[in-house]
């Protein structure tokens, strides 16, 4: 049969690996599709610039969207990134009638729902593993292999660059600025670190978890945002001595007050499986009410393992290219007259332990004002440690760990706390979550 | 449109749990298929056995072969087990034109080529995700999502009953006596503990793996089987101080002599997320050329995650009923005329390290003699260390970990130690894999 005619837009870091990837594993790819994948032209924004990759027999060129509207181009991939340049591109291709795969997160956390309507009119497929924790296959998983279950909840490490940061401070004793100085010295952190640190990259990777979770259409304004810049080696040290590490977790939880979404950092125990994953590893734990938990676990970026995930994607569009769509696996897992908006739930509403560190005047009677306002707002404490003041410093910090409690209490309650003169406010809070037995 | 009706063959942990589990979600399933799963038959052996599901609307009967053979049956479920019960009913199934699902790993094992072979000529799909560690979306996962990589290993841990046996021997000193016990009162093991405690189900299992990893037929015959049944406390305890789990592993691994197929106890190093899995979980770590290390965590048996996976596939194949079968998944993720027979490596041939436990007698010159027996094969010691004899022996335990090496040497070498009059043989002899930096 003919050669499958693929088209890649971009040709950095993950269009390069994905070239790579199809020129090395050629044989193997057609002895699962009985086609050849064949990348016949790519698209860059400089072709001057010298490439590592093997470009013989690729056409390269500077216009992408020709490339969008060439009959000879069966699968557009489109590894370009961003959201304005990238989704007029899509748009195009899938106008065309191909199908597309991407890696690009941004744009479909903030433009999918449109998107996938779109390619749904056009009967054409539209692949994203690639987008989410790079070369594992957790959209999959979600989306097909855990089919049977309605899911309960989902806690990811999906940002590599925030857990190297956290690895780091932790076993080096590093400070935020030190690790992420780190991080960008090794290449792993961005000059513009603010996807990689303030949680927005995390999110836009739950926004699609999410979607795929729950049947729901995606909802990034719906997130509840916090990175990793406020955490201090103080803080990751206290976490040790209670037992927890301190990670940044994507979280979607069905929860009391609907469908919970939050990127934030987290306690989590040290036993368990989430808590172990070090530097640039994602990891996804999934409990779903027939399966109960799994963890999927691998490298969540990179040239090799985002191109495995691409081809991945590959692989399914074009063994279905020109099939009815109902033979194919809806976007999102569930078709579109079987998606449902969910009630979101405010961050307020959010049910879940905290640890709280405050600094506190060296003095009798503190820790009584802070339990009382505790338990006023009924929120019970399931440890308190008072710390040594530190060198030269007249205050002490005191860290305590509560039971669950309702969000909107919690934030009453540290308002509460800071407000009291024996507390130099404002105080550092952190949720924790037991992330089941895993 | 009309439901997707169902047939269901044994109704025992899985059967049972597969249909509750589509009672339970049917809502969420329509509206990821667009169509009800609904079933409308069930086979058992003894109708008058209560049944803790409900079976309203579903007629149950004892002739499993007339579901097979039902015009009014779409899909057909074989959960009774065993191989030579099951094997006609599936065929009878693929040769009537319906699709199978299946959690059988023994009949796939030892018949799935031939099946393979019939539901391609029939251009029905056989599924079988359930079959591999419970609820985990493994095959899936090697199936589709990796189909990028060339999977250079796969280890797995695929038999809950033995690895809880192994965590209780380590956590509460318990000898395996002590531990089958307990897991056959707590039910986890069969009365008949064959299967899990000599390592034939996870063998099974590792079949299936293989097949889907390399593109090769399944290989049964050719798998090396080790149980734990020669497993002491004693092992455990000197593998703990050398910073080592002992787990039952299923491997297959493109090595030096060829695609290998083994199932053993082996040491893994501590602070690996393999080693991590305590209890009756199932782990699979798999390595691929592009993705690098992933590893896939959750629970490998039981009612409900057993049925997670069943209706993960019932889900996919009733998408694609009567689709043309070039728009499915192959069944082992090759088409037909993709497979390759590998050179399967002869455990002879297999290379990595090995744990060696001796009873030496108490005299000077003894370790000079195992060295030098050692190195005379080439083999190098990476550590050794002689124990306190135990109270009232007159010998003492000599425990060492060697570098990687030839299975064939190691084994020379140990027949050599062990013909040692200061050695009381045989000894025990356990591999050690430092399955990567996961
Ligand atoms: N890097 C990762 O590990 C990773 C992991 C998961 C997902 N992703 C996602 O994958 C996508 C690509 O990321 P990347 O790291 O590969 O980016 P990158 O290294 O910056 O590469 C972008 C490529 O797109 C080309 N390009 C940009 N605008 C273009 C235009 N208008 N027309 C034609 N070519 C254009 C660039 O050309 P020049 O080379 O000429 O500049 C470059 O080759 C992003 O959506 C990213 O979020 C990346
Ligand atoms: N249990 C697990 O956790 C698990 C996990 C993964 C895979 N599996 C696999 O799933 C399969 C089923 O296991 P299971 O644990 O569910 O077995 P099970 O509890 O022993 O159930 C077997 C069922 O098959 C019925 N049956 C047996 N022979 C029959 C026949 N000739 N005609 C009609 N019905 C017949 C039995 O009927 P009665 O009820 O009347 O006796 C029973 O309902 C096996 O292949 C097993 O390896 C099991």
Tied chains: 1, 2.
């Excluded at 490339?67 to 991939?77: G, M, Q």
């Excluded at 304004?221 to 040290?237: K, P, Q, V, Y």
């Excluded at 979404?261 to 996804?284: C, I, K, Y």
């Excluded at 332990?353 to 306002?373: H, K, S």
Aim: hydrophobic share 40%; with cysteine; glycine share 10%.
């Amino acid at each position: 049969m003919d050669p499958v005619r693929v088209g890649i837009l971009g040709l950095g870091t993950v269009g390069g690996g994905t070239v790579s990837l199809l020129r090395r594993n050629a044989e193997p790819l057609k002895r699962r599709l009985g086609r050849a994948l064949e990348v016949t032209r790519v698209a860059v924004k400089d072709p001057s610039k010298p490439r590592p990759v093997d470009l013989e027999g690729i056409e390269v060129g500077t216009d992408a969207e020709s490339i969008c509207t060439d009959p000879n181009i069966d699968i557009v991939i489109e590894l370009v990134g961003g959201v304005d340049n990238a989704e007029p591109l899509v748009r195009k291709a899938l106008e065309h009638g191909k199908p597309v795969v991407t890696a690009n997160k941004a744009l479909l956390a903030e433009r999918g729902n449109e998107l996938f309507r779109f390619a749904g009119e056009q009967g054409v497929d539209l692949a994203f593993e690639a987008a989410v924790a790079g070369g594992i296959p957790i959209i999959k998983a979600l989306r097909e292999g855990l089919a049977g279950n309605r899911i309960e909840s989902v806690h990811a490490i999906a940002n590599g660059t925030a857990n190297y940061m956290l690895s780091r401070m932790r076993t080096e004793g590093m400070e935020f600025a030190g690790a992420l100085q780190e991080a960008q010295d090794l290449g792993y952190a961005e000059l513009d670190p603010t996807f990689d640190v303030d949680g927005i990259d995390a999110a836009h990777k739950l926004a699609l978890v999410a979607a795929v979770a729950f049947g729901a259409p995606i909802n990034y304004e719906a997130l509840h945002i916090e990175g990793i810049r406020s955490i201090t080696r103080e803080d990751i040290l206290y976490a040790d001595e209670l037992g927890y590490r301190i990670k940044l977790l994507a979280i979607t939880k069905n929860g009391p007050g609907g469908i919970e979404l939050r990127v934030h950092p987290t306690l989590v125990p040290q036993d368990t499986m989430l808590a172990s994953v070090e530097g640039v590893f994602n990891a996804v734990q999934v409990v779903g009410d027939a399966v109960g938990p799994t963890l999927y676990y691998g490298p969540g970026a990179g040239a090799d393992p985002t191109a495995s995930a691409v081809v991945g994607d590959l692989v399914d569009v074009a063994r279905t290219l020109g099939a009815p769509p109902e033979y194919r696996v809806p976007y999102l897992g569930f078709r579109a007259d079987g998606m449902q908006e969910p009630r979101w739930a405010p961050v307020e509403e959010v049910e879940t332990e905290y640890y709280l560190r405050m600094q506190a005047q060296d003095q009798p009677g503190v820790l009584a004002q802070v339990t009382r306002i505790l338990s006023e707002e009924g929120i019970s404490i399931e440890a308190i440690r008072q710390k040594e003041p530190r060198p030269g410093d007249t205050d002490v910090p005191v860290v305590l760990v509560t039971h669950t409690t309702k969000e909107r209490a919690m934030r009453k309650a540290v308002a509460a706390i800071d407000g009291l003169d024996v507390i130099n406010g404002p105080s550092q809070l952190i949720r924790l979550e037991e992330v089941d037995a895993v």
